[in-house]
């Protein structure tokens, strides 16, 4: 199968588990290979930094009092660091951080943002998603600005972020697709330390729910290690230092601490990787549409900001070997249509689970990244709407993206480029300790 992409671990001379994180060689049945990613990342993640350092794309809108659906959150995260940043006004340039503990905080954004940031929601478009967005329409959202509040480690961690990631995994435990999570950590699906987790169980299943899987996998990955990355090292009353935590990478990810399954995590982060780049690349003739706006209130910094997003996206489109989605919702049509339909239900169903999430500033990027992974997906299967001409002279092209969408998309996938530079990094701190 061309989406079964199980990557090798080949380190000549490699003989111990510090080569755990040296993942590369080719893909199974793809002409891709890990090498080529790493070196075509080094080209996409400078031009992409540029691009979210833009006001359009660092505040994103979302609502983090949204209730948990599914269970009762026990408490929610008192640290510090699991707060987040909002801006209140105090003069035409400075803003105030305020920090966000519970359902009864409340923000305010400059006179002259906040008009724009309502114009930019009046000119976002719908679609059928694969991730919830009621954030876009709460009178109880609030834009949040991503680069004061970046992904890191929190202290958010125990049993209730496990039950988090295992009633995520668990949503494609059983066929046909559960739309109910379960959530004891004993099952078979559970992403869990010891190792025991799906890998063994995986490969007797259909490549849509190998595929939905690993992009899971991958994303939690991604998270880990940007959690790892960016560590709380020194927490002193006059100074925080922030830096790389190895022995948290290794936790994560050793072989020797796994159960062998860290490098499999790594595997699935190119895996994401490669999906979410061929949504960028998909997502090229939708932004080339003369029609196609983001919308800042000027039209010159509209027109500017398009030319950047269609460079990164042309960048994006040019990778030689590209993720073929074509083979997935393959032969019956019916039932094809019928599983894609599972899928996009399990993934919404993910997607409420971040409200479950009691740390804020993890809810914020978990909601975020799934939102992006959703409209990757969106973007992937909508071919036909993509390509179709609108119904009439004058009429909306029938497959749009809303702002919510083109922010989340491009950070999500700004979060998987960065770990995969961050690799590099961490590759060469367990070489020092060799």
């Not at 990631?165 to 010891?194: G, M, V």
């Not at 499999?264 to 997502?283: N, T």
């Not at 029609?291 to 910094?301: I, K, N, Q």
């Amino acid at each position: 199968m061309k989406l079964l992409l199980l990557f090798l671990l080949q380190v000549p001379g490699c003989a111990d588990s510090s080569c755990f994180c040296q993942v590369s060689g080719d893909l199974d049945d793809c002409s891709c290979d890990v090498e080529t990613i790493d070196s075509f990342n080094e080209r996409l993640l400078p031009q992409l930094q540029v691009l979210l350092e833009e006001d359009y794309f660092r505040f994103y809108k979302v609502n983090l009092n949204q209730v948990c659906p599914f269970w009762g959150v026990s408490g929610l995260c008192g640290l510090k660091d699991c707060a987040v940043k909002l801006c209140s006004p105090v003069s035409s340039s400075t803003c105030r951080h305020t920090h966000l503990y519970s359902h009864h905080s409340h923000s305010a954004l400059l006179d002259e943002t906040r008009e724009v940031l309502l114009d930019w929601s009046e000119h976002g478009d719908g679609e059928k998603r694969f991730c919830v967005v009621d954030d876009d329409e709460s009178p109880d959202s609030q834009y949040v600005d991503l680069l004061l509040n970046p992904e890191r480690f929190t202290g958010y961690r125990g049993p209730e972020s496990w039950r988090i990631w295992t009633s995520i995994y668990e949503e494609n435990c059983s066929s046909p697709f559960s739309i109910d999570p379960r959530f004891s950590s004993s099952s078979r699906c559970a992403y869990s330390s010891t190792g025991k987790v799906f890998y063994s169980w995986l490969e007797g299943q259909c490549v849509e729910k190998r595929a939905f899987y690993r992009l899971i996998s991958g994303l939690h990955a991604s998270i880990s290690i940007h959690l790892s990355a960016r560590y709380l090292l020194e927490d002193r009353w006059f100074q925080r230092q922030w830096g790389h935590n190895v022995s948290e990478f290794r936790r994560r990810f050793d072989s020797a601490l796994t159960g062998g399954e860290g490098p499999e995590r790594l595997r699935s982060l190119y895996f994401l990787f490669l999906v979410e780049l061929r949504a960028l690349a998909k997502a090229l003739p939708v932004v080339q549409r003369p029609s196609f706006r983001l919308f800042t209130g000027r039209p010159e910094e509209d027109r500017r900001l398009k030319e950047l997003l269609l460079h990164v996206l042309q960048l994006a489109r040019s990778f030689p070997l590209h993720f073929d989605e074509t083979s997935l919702f393959t032969g019956d049509e019916q039932e094809a249509a019928t599983l894609k339909e599972d899928v996009r239900r399990a993934f919404l169903n993910i997607s409420r689970v971040m409200d479950c999430v009691g740390c804020f500033r993890c809810r914020l990027w978990g909601k975020l990244q799934t939102q992006g992974l959703g409209t990757s997906l969106k973007i992937l299967f909508s071919e036909r709407q993509i390509e179709a001409p609108p119904l009439s002279r004058g009429q909306r092209p029938r497959f749009r993206l809303g702002r919510q969408e083109v922010v989340s998309l491009l950070n999500a996938f700004g979060r998987v480029s960065t770990s995969i530079s961050e690799l590099k990094t961490f590759r060469a701190l367990l070489a020092e300790e060799m």
